[in-house]
């Protein structure tokens, strides 16, 4: 790409000093964690006491970091939007969490959990950091079954696994559709245990705004949060040693995604503000097995769990005019089991980034099924009539009874009789702040965990491995590295009226006021909405140097409209949804440029991202990496604002990109291969 | 299909509140119940009016953020969830009442709004298996018959939302205790605390204000998880155990 005059590549951001992650020891990759440990140092329990730490996040991730360091004596404080911890949108994850256990002696071990989930990744996630992913796995079962997780059981009183998409082992632990509700419910009562201890603060009702950042250049800190008690509408400030995000993934961006409506970008968004690097945020995961959109007033999209590919196959029918069939009419031979046919080793479990670029192509080619919307049908069927027969209706109701059920409620159609419709919805990020191997963003003392950060999963991320991350950094990485940096870095003390805090609070009040003082005509949904038809559009499951640029201006022109025309009623010192909801939206609003922005300059396919411009002959995800085998960690940069205007609908101004180089010595980089 | 809308506003707990009827039409059966209320407040934001309060997260029936007395059953008709209830239930000209769960331990924060804390408390008084961070063997070395773990996955569905409390004539948390206390209960795990955990927990459900249980069974028939009454037999087994014990 081109730069001109003004430096900018593009016209629209600039190239920044390479980063790297210094963190992670030297030596063989067995022992790089043990070595951290070992070398971090170590807090004197006497201390802790004096310690506090701010978790943002109810999720595995903060539940299990804020109950694991409450145990270890910390003075914690966890903050959550919903009204209970246990309220986490990690409660809707159905379908199971991968360890390396190798119970089933099929060939599992930590080595190949790592090398699945860096080949899932499409080769574009950090080698240090998925390997000690694959290496706590095994621990995290072993932690959940003692806190009373029920997980699925043999008759012989033995854990049962399940397999996934993307890979050739069992290795997926699971509680029926329900495996997040049950490990959630772990982390909440291992918190409530804490509250109860006096060990942990709880939160509830509270929405983060802004990270309050003390001091200069290198000695420059997280020192705490600024709040907002979601019920009586009073900013709090809340000061503390570190703070932790655990604010789970932005794909609400997208408007319709399988995500809670509450999910958002706020916590992380406003820390990248305050100079916490963004990487790789283009990175989003459609998932292929959704229940389709039925209609215009739809708030979001629900997920039937990827396990149902274990049994379900997945097919259209062959020529066009049988698409509006009843589908129990169509002959098999008129079936096209596509992925069965395009990849016949791994069949319907390829990876998700895969099977849902195909759905779309064969929906694209006008063989999709279902009710038109637009101008096409967007549905694919996925049929268990063989399963049925071949297992009995009961052992298949007794795997998969909720999801039938759910699907049941939601179509009015029943699936034990008439093949389901599915269609890829927007899932999970990928991309998120940047964090070294520490868990550490570029402002020391904030750390982020889970689907926050950007670590583990590359391009493209295997199911069942989020819970795994979510929990392998809440209750054993981050509880490790934290303190090191809260025994090395003594923080100096800071005061409610110290500058950055009285600034930090200034500008959330500021911001309320003017999102309640607009009053213009558009409610704060239908900008959302908007955003999301653009996103999904232009940087979607296919993405084009064309679309994106289209997109950004069309970003830009929302986000203007919105400073200058959203309707926000109510008033700031109550509870008031609307005016949650439109913070959140300005923050998408910025988000989505960021994504296109990110998007347009890789301009290669990997995983999740795919550009029209750099595939195969047979369509595959075509990779470039001599030229993008790096992380793209995105800094900041205020709009510049001359007239000394407001700078609200402004937004951003041109984003500087640095480089973290990926290195693969221990696993060999290849073009991923599922045929 | 037309329907008319009967909801309650309540600007704050101070507030008295009452019903305020709003008249809808054109409303599809596909759409689930909230997506009909979001209709209704991008109607209201239009007209200046604010839009009514009321939680939810994840609209798939599990995080039990959502929770509405829907002419006078919890969460409606159907045996679920208000996120998944589907307008379908319901027939054209239909007048629904819409209420916030009704109980002296969740009081009223706004419109649909209620404040269930007290359910947290009660988890915090016991509804546990207290293993730290990195202590636990590994996870075979006790063997779980499957009897007992399906019977503890049972209770530990529930998802919280208070609708057996909304239902209950006594405003009772039993079935939300029962549960968890079988939930730990069957699990070898669970043992060590079992006394303790039922003697503390119902203790601070009776503290937080939840009434009694007089078995009328109407929990069981509005949660939305079908979580069944004899999770309640069982607290009342261990109860009864724990005493003699001495606890
Ligand atoms: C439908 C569905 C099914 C899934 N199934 C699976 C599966 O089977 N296996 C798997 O491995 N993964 C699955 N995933 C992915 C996985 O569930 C998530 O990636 C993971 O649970 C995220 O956990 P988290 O702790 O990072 O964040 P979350 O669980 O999203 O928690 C975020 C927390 O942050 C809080 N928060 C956010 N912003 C703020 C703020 N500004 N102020 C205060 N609090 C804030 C929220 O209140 C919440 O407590 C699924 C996801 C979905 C959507
Ligand atoms: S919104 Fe989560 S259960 Fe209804």
Redesign the interface.
Known sequence: MTENSSGLVHGLYRDGAPIADHKAPAGPIEQKWTRRKFEAALVNPANRRKMSVIIVGTGLAGG?AA??LG?AGYHVKSFCF??????A?S??AQGGINAA?N?KEDGDSVQRLFYDTVKGGDYRSRETNVYRLAEVSA?I????????V??????????DNRSFGGVQVSRTFY??G?T???LL?GA???L??Q??AGTVE?F?RHEMLEVIVDGEGSERRARGIIARDL?TGEIETHLADAVVLASGGYGNVFFLSTN???SNVTATWRAHRKGAHFANPCYTQIHPTCIPV??E????L??MSESLRNDGRIWVPKKREDCDKDPRDIAEDDRDYYLERIYPSFGNLVPRDIASRQAKNVCDEGRGVGPVVGDFRRGVYLDFADAIARLGEDAVRNKYGNLFD?YA??T?EDPYTTPMRIYPAVHYTMGGLWVDYDLQSTIPGLFVTGEANFSDHGANRLGASALMQGLADG??VL?NTIRDYLATSPATPLTEDSPAVVGARREVEERTERLLAINGER?V??FHRELGNIMWEYCGMERSEEGLLKAIDLIRGLRAEFWRNV?V??AAD??N??LEKAGRVADFLELGELMCIDALHRRESCGGHFRAESQTEDGEALRHDDEFAYVAAWEFTPPHDTDGETTFGAGMGAPVLHKEDLTYEFIELKQRSYK | MNLTLKIWRQ??PDDTGGLVTYRMSDI?P???F???L??LN?KL??N????I?F???????????CGLMISGHAHGP?R?TTC?L?M?SFKNGDTITVEPWRAEAFPI??DL?V???G??RI???G??????????????A?????DN??R??MA??C??CGACVAACPNASGMLFLGAKIT??G??P??QPERDARVVSMVGQHDHEGFGGCTNVGACSQACPKGIPQDVISQLNKDLRTALKHGR
Request: some cysteine.
């Open positions: 299990a109950a694991t145990e919903q009204d209970s911890p246990r309220r949108h409660i809707a256990k119970y621990n079962i072993d932690q959940c079954v003692a806190q009373g029920p997980f699925a059981r043999e008759y012989g009183g033995l854990l509680a029926r329900q997040g509700q049950q419910i909440y009562q291992a409530e245990r509250v109860a709880q509830t019920v809670a409506m509450g039925a209609g007033h739809q708030s979001k629900t997920l759910m409620r939601i009015g209750y054993f509880p409610s949904d239908s309707r009623l109510g109550t509870l949804q609307s | 600007t704050g599809s596909d759409m689930s909230l997506e009909m979001d209709v991008e934001n239009a200046g009016e604010e839009p309060a939680d939810s997260d994840c609209r798939e029936g599990i995080c039990g953020m159907e679920t998944q589907h379908r924060v706004r709004v404040d269930r804390g359910l947290d988890i915090q008084a509804g546990y298996i207290s293993a730290n961070t990195g202590s636990a063997p590994d996870a075979h006790t063997p779980v018959p499957k773990a399906d503890a996955f530990a569905e998802i919280g939930h730990l069957e699990l795990q669970g």
